[in-house]
């Protein structure tokens, strides 16, 4: 099982459409969550981070299930500039920080 | 807004070649990390280094692979003798702690093996 999974998408929504994203993680000891975005060929960019008491950033909206081992992420009235690749990433209970990406969940929002 | 800065920002090299990947984290932070994406795949850790020395490494991060802070600015990837797959995008960070910190990603040195 992939330590980090998520549906590669694309997912194509219109401008003001509503969409979420989810991800599991195999390792129940993780103890960090986050979201990153991606641009085309750019570096990865926090998001959020993501709390099991779920957070909230504007139109964004992170969730965590650890008993389900689930995150997710909800985005509200999208707008074109919201088009990206999507990354949920955890960090691992063992050494320094390091983050375990998933493959991403690409996003095309249209006019 | 301090950055993470990387250079070259593209690197084409022949196989067997050495190649010397260079980065400048942001100045306060003491944490720094190396990550890779190959085209179409997700971003990899390669190594984590604190108080100048590694402190976590990947199966990725063989032999042929080193860092390197000289100074007190640079932080330098070296690869020994490239090989075609490790084509790809090379990724520095950094951070101010650990834990939760925010690790802040460099633009990145896109590495072409011939």
């Known amino acids: 099982r992939k330590e980090v999974e998520q549906d590669p998408g694309p997912f194509n929504v219109p401008e003001g459409a509503t969409v979420a994203f989810n991800c599991t993680y195999s390792?129940?000891?993780?103890?960090?969550f986050f979201w990153y975005r991606q641009d085309c060929r750019k570096e990865p960019k926090l998001l959020m981070s993501?709390?099991?008491s779920g957070n909230e950033d504007g139109r964004f909206t992170a969730q965590l299930n650890r008993a389900s081992q689930y995150i997710s992420l909800l985005i509200r009235d999208s707008k074109l500039s919201d088009s990206a690749t999507y990354l949920c990433?955890?960090?691992?209970?063992?050494?320094?920080?390091?983050?375990?990406f998933g493959t991403g969940t690409r996003l095309l929002v249209s006019p | 807004e301090p950055e993470v800065t990387q250079t070259p920002s593209h690197q084409v090299t022949q196989m067997g070649q050495e190649v010397i990947l260079r980065c400048v984290p942001i100045?306060?932070?003491?944490?720094f990390y190396w990550y890779r994406q190959i085209l179409g795949q997700k971003v990899e850790f390669l190594v984590s280094?604190?108080?100048?020395?590694?402190?976590?490494k990947s199966e990725i991060f063989d032999d042929q692979f080193s860092v390197e802070r000289p100074d007190g600015s640079n932080f330098t990837l070296k690869i020994r003798s490239t090989k075609l797959e490790d084509s790809a995008m090379y990724f520095c960070?950094?951070?101010?702690?650990?834990?939760?910190?925010?690790?802040?990603f460099g633009p990145g040195t896109r590495l072409t093996v011939l």
């Open positions: 960070a950094s951070s101010e702690r650990q834990g939760n910190d925010e690790q802040f």
């Open positions: 390792n129940s000891a993780s103890q960090s």
């Open positions: 993501v709390y099991s």
């Open positions: 990433v955890v960090i691992m209970n063992t050494g320094f920080q390091k983050l375990v």
């Open positions: 100045s306060n932070h003491l944490y």
């Open positions: 280094f604190y108080n100048n020395e590694i402190s976590e």
